[in-house]
């Protein structure tokens, strides 16, 4: 995928040749947990840029890991993994797992990003715990710009959510006010809704409220115990 190699037999340095270049494995995060759009995937990355992403998505489809798979009736595309990439999701379940476990939480909570946070937590909502039909919640930071200080998740009743940067007009189920360091840590599983409760302020229904830990959409490495020190 470069022109660096390590001029190895050993699969170990063929593979890394394929997947160490900067922001690939990000990427294949991305694809692993099941966006296809190119500005789905882009929002995954936020800080890479529209450029990088493209010709990492094309270094990885030339290297038999994702395919171009055009939209009918639309000039979208969807990469798509193909089976090399599927082979891949052991791999970045075992990324994830040793940097949860072995990697110090200080530094993780010095790489704040709201626009990550919130679309990591729209992909990972749970809605079986929240009522019946349409949920509308929204989060405030209050130390951000005005830009990025609010987000809403609506959640429909069929599951699917959305997550919106501008108000989409609901009436808001649910109020979450909090300061984006506590809500990154209770969504790295490194503390708790009920254990960080005199960070937040929660206001709407007393059900949706206190159920917030189940719903919560929580990365899928936060039930690894942190071991680092």
Do not use: H
Not at 46 to 69: C, D, F, N
């Amino acid at each position: 995928m470069s022109n660096a190699s390590y001029f190895q037999f050993c699969p170990v340095a063929m593979a890394a040749e394929v997947l160490c270049t900067r922001w690939t494995m990000v990427v294949v995060r991305e694809l692993v947990a099941g966006s296809t759009r190119f500005n789905d995937i882009r929002r995954g990355v936020p800080r890479m840029s529209r450029s990088l992403l493209a010709q990492r998505l094309r270094e990885l489809e030339a290297a038999g890991i994702v395919e171009r798979q055009p939209v009918p009736r639309s000039q979208a595309v969807d990469y798509l993994l193909t089976p090399a990439g599927r082979d891949l999701l052991p791999i970045v379940e075992a990324f994830g797992i040793w940097g949860q476990k072995w990697v110090e939480s200080e530094p993780s909570l010095e790489r704040l990003d709201v626009s990550l946070l919130m679309w990591d937590m729209r992909r990972n909502l749970d809605p079986s715990p929240l009522p019946p039909g349409r949920t509308v919640l929204n989060f405030r930071f209050p130390e951000l710009s005005a830009g990025k200080r609010s987000w809403w998740l609506i959640v429909e009743e069929t599951g699917e959510v959305d997550l919106c940067l501008a108000d989409p007009g609901f009436d808001v189920d649910l109020y979450v006010e909090t300061d984006l360091r506590t809500m990154t840590a209770i969504w790295m599983g490194l503390t708790t809704v009920s254990q960080s409760a005199d960070k937040l302020e929660l206001t709407g229904p007393k059900a949706v409220a206190t159920a917030m830990q189940s719903w919560l959409g929580l990365s899928p490495f936060a039930k690894e115990r942190k071991l680092a020190s």
